[in-house]
């Protein structure tokens, strides 16, 4: 992670997902997004069942990953997403799975 330059126009998101978002693949399909998508961040299962992910990148691409988190990868379904715009100094190069 490295400081965000004040010029940089990253958005910054957390992202709750509700469901079967456990046991089906979705943090392996949510970093391949990721990546196709150029975002930084992570992704992780919560204990209560939930996934969270920290999403950074453009707005047309964090637009583009809000949009997919929706239904997710097949196995999986989606009942909610809720997400937050969240101010911060640090800029992600990547996305993992933690």
Do not use: C
């Given at each position: 992670?490295k ?5 940089d126009?990253?958005?910054?998101l957390?992202?709750f997902?509700q ?12 970093v391949?997004?990721a990546?196709?998508l150029?975002l ?11 996934v ?17 988190l929706l ?17 911060t100094?640090?800029r992600?190069?990547r996305?993992?799975q933690?």
């Amino acid at each position: 992670m490295k400081p965000l330059h004040p010029t940089d126009t990253v958005e910054t998101l957390s992202v709750f997902i509700q469901g079967k978002v456990q046991g089906v693949g979705f943090r392996a399909a949510t970093v391949r997004q990721a990546h196709g998508l150029k975002l930084g961040g992570w992704v992780r299962n919560l204990p209560d069942g939930r996934v969270e992910i920290l999403l950074q990148g453009s707005h047309g691409a964090v637009d583009q990953m809000l949009s997919w988190l929706l239904q997710g990868p097949p196995a999986a379904h989606v009942t909610g997403v809720q997400h937050e715009e969240i101010r911060t100094e640090r800029r992600y190069d990547r996305f993992e799975q933690t």
